[in-house]
């Protein structure tokens, strides 16, 4: 079980694999107040940037669950980069069937709630590995304006509006699901640029590195399309992580 060769191509060097930059990131940190101590699972943890810096910046501990090898080897060379190995893990595996050792103060999770077919379903999941009291933190898409045209909403990689809410139509469903809106910090168009924009200078570098790859065609046709798709989507498309406790 991997994660498609294009992703990692497409990811490159990039440490967070969401539309956060590096200040979003630690603003979330603490914003959620995370104490020394504090145990966390973070499920599509990617390279592992989150749990990394936090327990660096906070002094958390805990598991990071990826369904990609490379992404799972990026996490375990940042954490002893960062000298946080002995507190953070990263597990390769499919993070819908990962069962945590014991329940946890936070768990996460940050651009990949497919894993539980959809928002509902992914807090469920989450739910099962929290420690009564404990704090879900889950990353998703919302839409900042109401889409005015059908290639806008496929820009946005969206089959039809309705694969995403809005704002309020987000906020709406964590009450409706019985979670409490504890905290929230939401990406910006500028951080959305520093997650697509760095796509396009990956691609067009390794295009450059791997003429005869067979792949190439594909990554070139995605190259000339992007950007365009990209800049209709990104006065329309929001993406936010949302701190929820259960009520
Ligand atoms: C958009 S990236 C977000 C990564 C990370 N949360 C971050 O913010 O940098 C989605 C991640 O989910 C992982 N993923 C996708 N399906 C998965 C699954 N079933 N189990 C575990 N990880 C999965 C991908 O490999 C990828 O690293």
């Not at 694999?17 to 995370?34: C, E, F, M, S, V």
């Not at 020394?36 to 501990?61: F, M, N, Q, V, Y």
């Not at 570098?205 to 190259?223: H, I, S, T």
Request: charged letters at 25%; one cysteine or more; glycine letters at 12%.
């Amino acid at each position: 079980m991997d994660l498609p060769r294009h992703h990692v191509i497409r990811e490159g060097d990039l440490r967070i694999l969401n539309p956060y930059d590096p200040g979003k990131l630690a603003t979330l940190g603490q914003a959620i107040r995370l104490r020394p101590g504090d145990t966390l699972l973070d499920l599509g943890s990617g390279k592992g940037e989150l749990l990394c810096t936090w327990a660096r910046d906070h002094g958390i501990a805990g598991t990071g669950v990826d369904v990609s090898t490379a992404f799972t080897a990026a996490a375990r060379d940042r954490a002893a980069e960062l000298g946080v190995a002995d507190r953070v893990r990263f597990v390769h595996g499919d993070a819908a069937a990962f069962v945590p050792e014991g329940p946890v103060d936070v768990a996460a999770c940050l651009g990949a709630t497919w894993i539980g077919g959809g928002v509902p379903g992914t807090l469920g999941i989450l739910a099962r590995a929290l420690r009564p009291g404990g704090m879900v933190l889950v990353g998703e898409p919302y839409w900042r304006l109401d889409p005015p045209d059908e290639e806008t909403v496929r820009a946005c990689h969206a089959s039809a509006r309705e694969d995403f809410h809005d704002l309020a139509g987000l906020v709406t469903l964590f009450g409706d699901l019985g979670w409490d809106l504890v905290e929230m910090v939401l990406a910006d168009q500028d951080s959305w640029d520093r997650y697509a924009a760095a796509h396009w200078l990956n691609l067009r570098r390794w295009l450059d590195a791997n003429p005869g790859d067979e792949l190439a065609g594909e990554l070139r046709r995605e190259l000339t399309g992007e950007p365009l798709r990209h800049v209709r989507r990104r006065e329309y498309l929001g993406w936010g992580v949302f701190a929820l406790i259960p009520r």
